[in-house]
């Protein structure tokens, strides 16, 4: 009897040293991200004496945001007879370029009193905000943060971040 209660004990004591030394990992969460629409606007008065100046504004523009120009939704936007043509001179400049027919919003907008401008060009672009990454520390492995920089990059490196979000009308965390 002393035998059997003795190699109870004994097996019981090695289970609980063996189990004693497994690591804890914590489970991870996902990084928290905040994708924001980001707008880039150019407006113009599009008259005849200030036709060089208004076209090397826009030059201007195309050229600061080309990459953004060939990958994002653009606006275009008139009020007036002379906007409607620089829209579609424009359209027609942005197309030569390469910029998909899909990415490429025509819109026309009342010529009210207090407008000021006749034409429009806007470019939205989303951008993903992250949480600020904590330090590793050695020999602290296994830890909630782990992957935080690599899932960072993730989304930091995608075009179109806003894709990812989910656009279910009933899903339980959609931003609305």
């Not at 919003?105 to 006749?118: I, S």
Request: net charge positive.
């Amino acid at each position: 009897m002393i035998k059997i209660v003795s190699k109870t004990v004994l097996l019981v004591l090695a289970a609980l040293s063996i189990s004693g030394c497994a690591e804890h990992i914590s489970e991870r969460n996902g990084t928290k991200v905040d994708v924001v629409p980001v707008t880039y606007s150019l407006s113009l008065k599009v008259k005849p004496e200030q036709f060089k100046s208004a076209e090397k504004e826009l030059n201007i523009f195309l050229n600061e945001h080309k990459k953004l120009i060939l990958t994002q939704k653009i606006t275009l936007t008139w009020r007036t007879k002379l906007g409607k043509e620089w829209v579609n001179e424009t359209q027609k400049r942005l197309l030569i370029k390469g910029v998909s027919e899909h990415n490429i919003t025509v819109e026309q907008n009342r010529a009210g009193f207090g407008e000021r401008f006749d034409y429009e060009i806007k470019v939205t672009v989303h951008k993903a905000l992250l949480s600020v990454c904590q330090y590793p520390k050695v020999g602290h492995y296994g830890e909630p943060g782990d992957g935080c920089y690599s899932e960072s990059a993730r989304w930091q490196s995608m075009v179109n971040p806003e894709k990812m979000l989910n656009k279910s009308l009933n899903a339980d965390y959609t931003n609305k």
